[in-house]
């Protein structure tokens, strides 16, 4: 689960992460600070942010661990 406090949708993502965890979920977050600015509402799409290679290197290991 990504988000950054630059996400419309982070309060949302944050109560989501914590459902999840709630429920014994699997799950990694990525959460990026006001300060990460490549990481406004859809960034992971971007390939060409570094923030973005990070989400993306952090879901390869996850489905790895978890598959």
């Known amino acids: 689960m990504t988000t950054s406090e ?3 949708f982070y309060a ?3 109560n989501f992460i914590a459902r999840l965890r709630e429920h014994s ?3 990694d977050s990525l959460i990026y600070a006001w300060d990460s ?3 406004e509402h859809t960034w992971q ?3 060409r942010y570094p923030e973005s ?3 993306y290197r952090r879901l ?4 790895r661990k978890v598959a």
Request: charged share 15%; aromatic share 14%; glycine share 0%.
């Open 53 to 55: 290679q990070e989400v």
């Open 25 to 27: 979920v699997p799950v």
């Open 37 to 39: 600015s490549n990481t």
């Open 12 to 14: 949302a993502n944050m």
């Open 45 to 47: 799409q971007n390939f």
């Open 6 to 8: 630059r996400d419309f």
């Open 60 to 63: 390869h290991a996850f489905v």
